[in-house]
């Protein structure tokens, strides 16, 4: 009997410390694969080059116009998402009825479970010739069809991490805040709001982290021009696009294949401090609320 | 109509959902004074307070018929906004329920959704509010520290002054020491008693003592039910009901 609980035991640590052993093994071939790169390269000079050439010869290895690639199509999908997300967050949380809150919550949860092949199908044939048009502009695939399409696909995500961080907040602070003599709207910007605070960043960093590492849309709907954007409806490429675009055709052990791996590390800790910004927030949260740990 | 009478309850009768709380309930509350509403659990003693202020109407699917009239006008009248409703009639929770922000700005709340934006009135109705609620000592020095950080005791006393800081005429109690020690509730009492010169009070306790040590009249709830309400000494000396007696002498309940 004992030997059998054993046997459990073991197996279900192993499960779960299995994920573990994923992320050791990760990081450690991001680092064998993308360290040798700064050996020809320096790392400022990796990290601030405005050019990326990496097939020319002599190669360029500048990510600068990758780096802002990224940061602009993810700046603008925040535009998208936030209010989206939060908008729709406070409408569920704060005025639906409960009719319509059973309706929405999973309606907006199926958005997150759309493959994101799905979005850039969309996004390449629907949207970007539709904002071609409306906007006059000499291509459709631009920054900004790229943040249009992670800004609706990170909106379940804000959404529900918001409503979630909402419906944490005490209904006591809303009878407390009805029976001061303050009407709705006050209650809603004066205490709850303000109480969800820390968990409507969380949800909108990590609405962040997932624009940030999506791959399969950008490359389909932002046109692949690595050049450091100046506005956002201009082509660009981004870190992932540009992995997910020459990882295939370049040789193994080469040097661009080194600096694909770079560009996969510099991600990997982008989304790491992402998460570990969020995880902190989110613990105050649950502290300033009273809500233990 | 009587002067001394601060709110009037007509033939009141409240559901939830279908379930009847309250029948037929019919009071007046005397101004300035203390009025203490006891019963057993689930007698409905809580559901008629949050009546005065409408704050069942938070609630959904409940229904609420009668008249509950407020120095002589109906509360529940189309023509009322309940925001003013609920800024005279101050509201003091079971569990002390500070918001997460500062001592100074739990008080000054009110003020500031009432409209209030002249820095020294709040500064001076905050300090005020908290010597009336008898916690200024306390927290004279560390008014900009969050309010959870305080013992529970002086979590409710904090309470008390930020519904004490609008100034409203009646205050209602629900159950204010049912989550505090004995040296807190003895402490929240004390203050009660200090209120009723400014304000009509209302409180809802389980504890029988309380009533007795500090309500002027006290009413005895049972399943929805007015059984009895008059002057405190006469509930728990010569109650007209058995059923009174029985409660207060502690043979149920």
């Known amino acids: ?293 | 109509m009587d002067n001394n009478i601060r709110i009037e309850v007509k033939d009141v009768n409240f559901y939830y959902g279908k379930k009847s709380a309250l029948q037929n309930v019919s009071m007046d509350i005397k101004k300035n004074k203390i009025t203490a509403i006891i019963g057993p659990s689930g007698c409905g003693k809580s559901t008629l307070i949050r009546l005065f202020n409408r704050m069942n109407e938070l609630i959904p699917n409940t229904k609420m018929e009668g008249t509950i009239n407020l120095d002589g006008e109906n509360i529940y009248s189309s023509k009322i906004d309940v925001v003013e409703v609920r800024r005279q009639i101050g509201m003091v929770f079971q569990k002390p329920n500070p918001f997460p922000k500062s001592i100074f700005e739990n008080v000054a709340y009110g003020l500031r959704v009432n409209g209030i934006k002249d820095k020294k009135y709040i500064r001076e109705k905050v300090e005020k509010s908290l010597k009336n609620a008898a916690i200024w000592e306390e927290v004279k020095n560390r008014l900009f520290d969050n309010a959870l950080g305080l013992s529970g005791g002086q979590q409710q006393r904090l309470c008390i002054a930020r519904a004490l800081a609008v100034e409203p005429e009646v205050l209602l109690m629900d159950e204010p020491c049912s989550a505090l020690d004995p040296t807190s509730t003895r402490k929240i009492e004390e203050l009660v008693l200090d209120l009723k010169k400014k304000y009509t009070i209302v409180i809802v306790t389980h504890n029988m003592q309380q009533a007795a040590r500090i309500a002027d009249y006290t009413a005895f709830f049972m399943m929805g039910d007015l059984i009895e309400y008059d002057i405190t000494d006469k509930i728990f000396t010569k109650p007209s009901k058995k059923v009174t007696e029985d409660y207060i002498t502690g043979r149920f309940g």
């Open chain 1, 1 to 293: 009997m004992i030997k059998k609980e054993k046997i459990y035991k073991y197996l279900f640590a192993s499960l779960a410390f299995a994920s573990l052993v994923f992320l050791v093994g990760i990081t450690i071939v991001l680092f064998k694969e993308g360290l040798p790169i700064f050996k020809e390269v320096g790392f400022f000079e990796f990290l601030g080059g405005k050019y990326w050439y990496p097939t020319y010869e002599p190669a360029d290895f500048g990510i600068l116009p990758l780096v802002l690639g990224s940061f602009a199509v993810t700046g603008g999908a925040l535009f998208i998402c936030v209010p989206l997300g939060v908008g729709s967050a406070l409408y569920i949380n704060e005025i639906a009825s409960q009719r319509q809150k059973t309706i929405l919550k999973p309606l907006i949860e199926i958005l997150a479970g759309v493959p994101s092949i799905v979005y850039g199908f969309f996004g390449m044939v629907v949207v970007a010739p539709f904002l071609q048009k409306a906007l006059g502009l000499p291509v459709g695939q631009t920054a900004f069809t790229g943040s249009l399409m992670l800004g609706i696909m990170a909106t379940p995500t804000v959404c529900s991490i918001s409503e979630d961080a909402l419906s944490f907040v005490p209904k006591s602070f809303r009878y407390a805040s009805f029976a001061t003599g303050a009407n709705r709207w006050q209650t809603l910007t004066k205490v709850i709001i303000p109480s969800a605070g820390s968990g409507i960043s969380t949800a909108i960093i990590l609405g962040m982290s997932r624009a940030v590492g999506e791959t399969m849309t950008v490359l389909m709907v932002t046109g692949g021009a690595a050049v450091i954007p100046h506005t956002l409806f201009q082509p660009v490429r981004t870190m992932t696009a540009t992995i997910a675009a020459e990882m295939g055709e370049t040789v193994l052990g080469s040097s661009h294949y080194h600096a694909l791996f770079a560009i996969g590390l510099i991600l990997f800790f982008i989304t790491l401090v992402f998460n570990i910004i969020a995880e902190l927030i989110s613990r105050r949260f649950r502290i300033k609320l009273g809500l233990g740990r």
